[in-house]
Each structure stands twice: as C-alpha cells, then as structure tokens.
C-alpha cells in the first residue's frame, strides 16, 4: 500500500514539474515578443521626443547665482564662486577657438594639442552642473544654487542652500 502512495506522489511530481516548465516556457515566449532591439528602441525614444518621457525634471525651481554669501554657508558659496569663474573662462576659451586646461584651482586657455583636447564646458562630468529642467541629461548649465524652505519654519529666511553638486543625492 505504502509503494502505490509513493509512486503516485512522485508522479504528481512530475506532472507539476512538466507543467511549471511548460507555463514557464509560455511566459518567456510572450516576453520574448515584446522586447525591443536597441536600434527598435533607439528609434522609438526618436519618434517620440515630443513625449520626453525621459525628460524628467524638477518644478517650480528658481535657480540662483547672486547673493549667495548672504543666504548660505561661505565654504559651498566659495565653491560655487570657484566653479562659476571656471566655467565662465572654459566658454570664452570656447569662443576664442582654444581648449580649456581645466587646473586644480583655476583653469586656462590653451592651445589645443596631444595632451589637451577640447572640453565641453557643459558637460556635468566636467565643469557644468546638472539642468533641473532635464535632471538626467549630461549636458548641463551653469553652477547654480537653489533654496529649499525648511519644513520648520515659513519664515524666508529659514531655507536650506542645495548646490547643482549636491543636487544629485537628492534626487
């Protein structure tokens, strides 16, 4: 009795291991259907620029650049005066036809060489800083600041500096 009770327990096994495979089986034919190529997709996310759906970026957000002495902490606003300089000077570089020798502290125009190619100043890898229009692009604009009210207070004088560099971790 014992035998008949395990040998049709073990071909229930493998009657539900066939049918998981089978289902399984059907599952990934039908995902496989729905993927797209990368030249599919590329083409897709071209004919469809006009949704941006991949344009993500942040509302309502007053960039600032002046007065930040005064409503932020010296040594981010040092920074921020720093990165400005630089990126100012990496524009007119570009403008006047030279490349921009980004330095530890301060950059210079140069003439373009082996050793020193041409920079683009936008880039947020280089010296621009993340679009809050378009937070997942890699060209980006220029060091900025924005403030954040503190949830504390309403009064405008208790708000929160986030710098472009910072910007990221938040997001």
């Known amino acids: 009795m014992s035998i008949y009770i395990l040998n049709l327990l073990i071909l229930f096994l493998i009657i539900f291991c066939i049918y998981y ?6 599952k990934i034919d039908f995902f ?7 030249k599919k997709f590329d083409s897709f996310i ?5 949704k941006k759906a991949f344009n993500i970026g942040l509302k309502d957000i007053r960039i600032q650049r002046d007065e930040c002495f005064k409503k932020c ?9 720093m990165k400005r300089l630089n990126y100012n000077k990496c524009k ?9 020798n980004n330095l530890y502290t301060m950059g210079a125009c140069d003439y373009c060489g082996k050793n020193l190619k041409k920079l683009n100043c936008n880039h947020k890898n280089n010296i ?20 954040v009210p503190s949830n504390n207070s309403n009064s405008p004088f208790d708000s929160k500096c986030v710098f472009c560099w910072q910007l990221e971790s938040y997001i």
Do not use: H, V
């Not at 071209?46 to 006009?50: A, R, T, V």
């Not at 007119?92 to 921009?100: D, P, R, S, V, W």
């Open 46 to 50: 071209l004919k469809n620029s006009e």
């Open 21 to 26: 495979f089978i289902q399984r089986k059907k």
């Open 92 to 100: 007119e570089c570009q403008n006047k036809g030279m490349c921009y």
């Open 128 to 147: 621009g800083c993340t679009d809050p229009n378009n937070i997942f692009n890699l060209e980006g604009i220029e060091p900025y600041y924005i403030e």
């Open 32 to 38: 496989d259907n729905k993927i797209l190529s990368q």
């Open 73 to 81: 902490d010296a040594e981010n606003c040092m920074k921020l005066y």
